[in-house]
């Protein structure tokens, strides 16, 4: 397993911009492929967004398609979640995670073996 460190939550008004990062240690991050989700409170953690271990192929949930941007770069072990035009409904704890299946990008969140502590961002109206 590979251990994920997330940052860059934070207060935003509606319609404002943040930029998640999520640090890969213990391994090469281009050995896994990786994914973004979220919890808000008294809610299920659901998908949000992955990316192939190439980081050729994404896919997004419908709620935040056309927002936000998830990216990696393992140069630096790292992977990135831009989200703009942000709304209220998208205030959560953000978490990043990893998993080894690499032939197929995985929205599910038993399919993840190593997830980080998660970063809360809210956004106000």
């Known amino acids: 397993q590979v251990q994920l460190v997330e940052s860059g939550g934070g207060v935003v008004q509606a319609g404002g911009s943040l930029r998640l990062s999520c640090a890969v240690s213990?391994?090469?991050?281009?050995?896994?492929?990786m994914g973004w989700f979220r919890q808000a409170p008294a809610k299920e953690r659901e998908f949000v967004a992955c990316?192939?271990?190439?980081?050729?192929?994404?896919h997004y949930s419908d709620s935040v398609k056309g927002r936000f941007t998830i990216s990696r770069d393992d140069a630096k072990n790292t992977v990135y979640l831009q989200m703009n035009n942000l709304k209220p409904e998208d205030t959560a704890v953000y978490y990043c995670?990893?998993?080894?299946?690499?032939?197929?990008?995985?929205?599910?969140?038993?399919?993840?073996?190593?997830w980080g502590q998660g970063t809360q961002v809210t956004v106000s109206s």
């Open positions: 213990g391994r090469s991050s281009s050995n896994y492929g």
């Open positions: 995670a990893a998993t080894s299946v690499i032939h197929t990008l995985v929205v599910v969140t038993a399919l993840y073996e190593s």
């Open positions: 990316i192939s271990w190439s980081g050729g192929s994404t």
